[in-house]
């Protein structure tokens, strides 16, 4: 048995890390350097959402109907209250309510 895969797992996880942690710290040190504008600012803000969305959205299109159930459920307490912490709870709740009632 080779031990050829393990090693090139092994390399590609510490290349992640290194990646990951470099671009963490490089990110710091340049922002650190930059002086921020309220434009820059919102656009920091913003990118959060982006990311979050951009992760959710393919789940949402390809998903089932209790994902399809949780996400406009969650999206309008999100709305309504204003509350991540509901909108999370709810989501679950719908979801797992649409999945005992309708799949098994």
Do not use: E
Not at 27 to 40: D, H, T, V, Y
Not at 42 to 64: E, K, Q, R, W, Y
């Amino acid at each position: 048995m080779s031990s050829s895969p393990l090693w090139q797992s092994l390399l590609a996880i510490m290349m992640m890390v290194a990646i990951g942690y470099g671009s963490r710290i490089l990110g710091l040190l340049i922002m650190a350097r930059i002086p921020l504008s309220p434009n820059i600012r919102l656009f920091i803000d913003a990118m959060s959402s982006s990311v979050l969305i951009a992760i959710i959205t393919p789940i949402i299109v390809h998903g089932d109907g209790g994902t399809r159930f949780a996400a406009l459920m969650a999206g309008a307490v999100a709305i309504i209250l204003k509350s991540p912490l509901a909108s999370i709870a709810v989501g679950i709740i719908c979801a797992a309510s649409w999945r005992w009632w309708f799949v098994t």
